[in-house]
């Protein structure tokens, strides 16, 4: 059981556009940034948007993140089949057990 | 160029010890913190510890404490991460990762491409 809550599973045509959730509490996402990672099938992660919103150089603006209160999502625009990953939202929780937390990631099928 | 390179896969037996590295290069190792994730097979990422290199300060998730043990060679800009007793639950993917951090943000930056550990009789 994860600390912040991602939908298993999105789908979406190639072209349309989609997003991908990401819950957690104030002692998580409501006090700090959000980042989230893209998880190609079979690779490492990859930083793909840091401190809500931003992204790092080379990353397309066809990903955007956002915060509002406690939770967190992730748009994507224009899909493309190379988009078909794994997604994960982080942050860290100041809670008792403080430290990072990360989603349960969500599945990204191009259809 | 800025990286982060793992140690190569390993097969271990049941309560064999194993220590694994990540060096890193192409930046000032000491003045970010280098993090442990695990991923099990088909499973999500797990934070599991952290430490700094500049002063070797080390913190470690409640459900990795005890378990593992993270240390740093500052010489060869190298994070370890070491078990004493492999179990079969500990078959993962271990990655390591640069944070950057601030007051209120923290992200991983900077990713190795991950060292496959396989605990089997």
């Known amino acids: 059981q994860s600390v912040l809550t991602q939908p298993p599973s999105v789908s979406a045509a190639p072209g349309q556009k989609v997003t991908i959730s990401c819950s957690g509490s104030?002692?998580?996402?409501?006090?700090?940034?959000v980042s989230w990672y893209q998880q190609l099938p079979g690779t490492a992660p990859k930083l793909l948007i840091y401190?809500?919103?931003k992204r790092p150089s080379g990353i397309p603006d066809r990903f955007s993140g956002s915060r509002s209160g406690t939770s967190a999502t992730l748009g994507i625009t224009g899909l493309q089949t190379g988009d078909e990953a794994d997604y994960y939202c982080?942050?860290?929780?100041?809670?008792?057990?403080?430290?990072?937390?990360f989603g349960g990631g969500t599945k990204l099928t191009v259809l | 160029e800025v990286q982060l390179v793992q140690s190569g896969a390993e097969v271990k037996k049941p309560g064999e010890s194993l220590k694994i590295s990540c060096k890193g290069s192409?930046?000032?190792?000491?003045?970010?913190?280098i993090g442990w994730v695990r991923q099990m097979p088909g499973k999500g990422l797990e934070w599991m510890g952290i430490?700094?290199?500049?002063?070797?300060?080390?913190r470690y998730s409640p459900s990795f404490q005890g378990q593992v043990t993270i240390s740093i060679d500052r010489s060869i800009s190298t994070a370890y991460l070491q078990w004493s007793s492999l179990k079969a639950s500990d078959t993962a993917m271990y990655y390591c990762?640069?944070?950057?951090?601030?007051?209120?943000?923290?992200?991983?930056?900077?990713w190795g491409r991950g060292t496959l550990v396989t605990v089997s009789s």
């Open positions: 192409g930046y000032s190792f000491t003045s970010y913190w």
């Open positions: 982080g942050t860290w929780d100041s809670s008792l057990s403080a430290g990072e937390v």
């Open positions: 990762a640069r944070r950057r951090d601030g007051y209120n943000f923290r992200y991983f930056d900077l």
């Open positions: 401190d809500n919103n």
């Open positions: 430490i700094y290199p500049g002063d070797s300060d080390t």
């Open positions: 104030s002692s998580n996402i409501g006090n700090n940034y």
